[in-house]
């Protein structure tokens, strides 16, 4: 499945125009390389997901899920939050 396909599915991100443009912008990494909208996830992969106040990275756990769990195709490994620099 695309990368900003799974992100949409899965609810990380709402929309997949918004998935897309993140990728585009280099705020999502895939192993800890930027990826492209087109990369094919697959189960093990770890996706980070950057902005400028948090970071989050989640393992990639189903490629598919029943409507409504879609918190089950993911496992959130680390969540943090930036601190603001004065």
């Known amino acids: 499945m ?7 599915v899965s ?3 709402k ?3 918004v998935a897309q443009l ?5 705020r999502v990494l895939v192993n ?4 492209k909208p087109a990369y094919q ?3 093990g992969d770890l996706i980070t997901l950057r902005s400028p106040e948090w ?9 598919t899920a029943p409507r409504g769990e879609e918190e089950s195709m993911y496992r959130v490994v680390k969540l ?3 601190e603001e620099e004065w």
């Not at 695309?2 to 949409?8: I, M």
């Not at 800890?32 to 990826?35: E, K, L, P, Q, T």
């Not at 970071?55 to 490629?63: H, R």
Request: aromatic letters at 2%; a positive charge; proline letters at 3%.
């Open 80 to 82: 943090e939050r930036k």
């Open 15 to 17: 929309r997949r125009p």
């Open 11 to 13: 609810r990380l991100i």
């Open 55 to 63: 970071e989050m990275t989640v393992e990639v756990l189903a490629l």
């Open 32 to 35: 800890g390389h930027v990826a």
């Open 41 to 43: 996830v697959k189960v």
């Open 22 to 26: 993140a990728c585009r912008s280099e």
């Open 2 to 8: 695309r990368l900003d396909k799974f992100l949409k």
